[in-house]
């Protein structure tokens, strides 16, 4: 019976060491979409401040115009493009954090602070890879055998809790 376990403590943890190798992976196309996110919205509020300059305002006075006016449709585009300042602003913060972070840390500072809008996108589009950078591969070694101990431990511990009735009932 214990080597059947060990069989199969074994192959689940290779993978939870498949399965661990992905989050470095994860964590590498979300750095590449915010970059793509940052990029577009920059393009976006680029176009809006060369406007807003032609019309003698600056963006914050352009945007503050836009939201008092009356018109509804008028007023909404004016919130609009302070959300998208405001987004390209938490973008390129947290792109900065992100890149002067270490490996592990990026991870982590992507599940705490990440943009949910760019998470949901990686997560729809996500393509597992094979880990080849000092990162995955240790990511996939602390997976395997946190996934492969846990499986004996908890396995030995379970064995020693069903001898203890049949030790008590023998005496």
């Not at 509804?72 to 300042?85: K, P």
Request: aromatic residues 8%; charged residues 25%.
């Amino acid at each position: 019976m214990s080597r059947i376990v060990r069989i199969i403590a074994f192959g689940c943890g290779l993978c939870g060491g498949i399965v661990a190798s992905q989050g470095p992976e994860f964590a590498q196309q979300y750095r590449q979409r915010v970059g793509g996110a940052i990029d577009e919205l920059r393009q976006v509020v680029s176009r809006f401040d060369g406007d807003a300059r032609a019309s003698g305002e600056t963006t914050e006075s352009a945007i503050t115009r836009l939201r008092s006016n009356a018109d509804d449709f008028v007023s909404r585009q004016g919130a609009a493009m302070q959300a998208n300042v405001e987004r390209l602003g938490r973008l390129e913060m947290h792109r900065q954090t992100m890149m002067q972070s270490g490996p592990f840390s990026r991870v982590a500072l992507m599940m705490r602070d990440g943009d949910r809008d760019v998470m949901e996108a990686v997560y729809r589009d996500f393509e597992p890879a094979v880990p080849v950078t000092e990162e995955g591969l240790l990511s996939a070694a602390i997976g395997f055998i946190a996934v492969w101990g846990g499986l004996l431990l908890l396995t030995g511990f379970l064995r020693s809790l069903w001898r203890r009735p049949r030790q008590a009932a023998r005496v």
